[in-house]
T-cell receptor
């Protein structure tokens, strides 16, 4: 049924705190992606999961960022010791397969504000 | 990575036609996507082109020229609800992730 869901929808935190963002992909989708969208910027790829393969972490901006996907379904993006430049909308997407024209379905995003 | 360029803003009148251009530079092009994103909402898929030519889907059409590194999204019979940001995204080689342009904000006026 439902589309990609993300929680929380909004998160305000203080600089230096850790945050966890959650993504529930569409059931049956094997590929899961995290993107970041800063004001006036295009979507920036962060990390990708495909089935049981090792994730592609090439887009993570620093070692303060990490993500995991448990049981091939739910994913959590963790940002440690948040900085003000981490403020952005974090979007999760999933697709049936990672190749070809398979469209990525996006969640509503989590708006993170670091004070 | 890719260099993806699209205009920042466009304004058009209800009922009119608007064409949003997207140019890209990539070493191994393998598909171009257009997404629509209303303010505060998730991007939603509009079209996919991997071969040259025009793909028509209702009021929306997308064109691709691989030799020119160029695509456009054509919105016909504009409606107020078409006011949104339109994102051009490119897939390269066997890569699965998409590289997005900064988006074009289209404002439809009555």
């Amino acid at each position: 049924g439902a589309g990609v869901s993300q929680s929380p929808s909004n998160k305000v935190t203080e600089k230096g705190k850790d945050v966890e963002l959650r993504c529930d992909p569409i059931s049956g989708h094997t590929a899961l992606y995290w993107y970041r969208q800063s004001l006036g910027q295009g979507l920036e790829f962060l990390i990708y999961f495909q089935g049981n393969s090792a994730p592609d972490k090439s887009g993570l901006p620093s070692d303060r960022f990490s993500a995991e996907r448990t049981g091939g379904s739910v994913s959590t993006l963790t940002i440690q010791r948040t900085q003000q430049e981490d403020s952005a909308v974090y979007l999760c997407a999933s697709s049936f397969q990672a190749s070809g024209g398979n469209e990525q379905f996006f969640g509503p995003g989590t708006r993170l504000t670091v004070l | 990575g890719q260099n993806i360029d699209q205009p920042t803003e466009m304004t058009a009148t209800e009922g009119a036609i608007v064409q949003i251009n997207c140019t890209y530079q990539t070493s191994g092009f393998n598909g171009l996507f257009w997404y629509q994103q209303h303010a505060g909402e998730a991007p939603t898929f509009l079209s996919y082109n991997v071969l040259d030519g025009l793909e028509e889907k209702g009021r929306f059409s997308s064109f691709l020229s691989r030799s020119k590194g160029y695509s456009y999204l054509l919105l016909k019979e504009l409606q107020m609800k078409d006011s949104a940001s339109y994102l051009c995204a490119v897939r390269e080689g066997n890569d699965y992730k998409l590289s997005f342009g900064a988006g074009t904000t289209v404002t439809v006026r009555a």
